[in-house]
């Protein structure tokens, strides 16, 4: 199973951008899927996670109520629209999934995905 992560890019503070990240290969229905981040000099942190409806969605504090996670109906592809940036937000965002049910308190680890995509570089310019 490979991830393509894609749309990341330079935007201004307060702009908006949609992150995407499509399984491909030998593909099976990922239950769980999430985005992570890494700034520079940072260790990785968690951003989003969905599980398997749209009603069970995580959020890190720092970006709750401003990103917005979700996936399609084949479970195949999922995004993060990311509305009000901030240039704290600046990082290279990867997504991961795993195509079992992680529980709660276990979808803000990274070392709970099995798969994960290469990453793509959000820019929030001041």
């Known amino acids: 199973v490979q991830l393509q992560a894609s749309g990341g890019g330079l935007v201004q503070a307060g702009g908006s951008l949609r992150l995407s990240c499509a399984a491909s290969?030998?593909?099976?229905?990922?239950?769980?899927m999430a985005w992570f981040r890494q700034a520079p000099g940072k260790e990785r942190e968690f951003v989003a996670a969905i599980r398997d409806t749209a009603s069970n969605t995580y959020y890190a504090d720092s970006v709750k109520g401003r990103f917005s996670i979700s996936r399609d109906s084949g479970k195949k592809t999922f995004y993060l629209q990311m509305n009000s940036l901030k240039p704290e937000d600046t990082a290279v965002y990867y997504c991961a999934a795993d195509p079992y049910r992680i529980a709660s308190s276990g979808v803000y680890l990274s070392r709970s995905y099995d798969y994960w995509g290469q990453g793509t570089l959000v820019t929030v310019s001041s």
């Open positions: 290969g030998r593909t099976v229905s990922m239950y769980t």
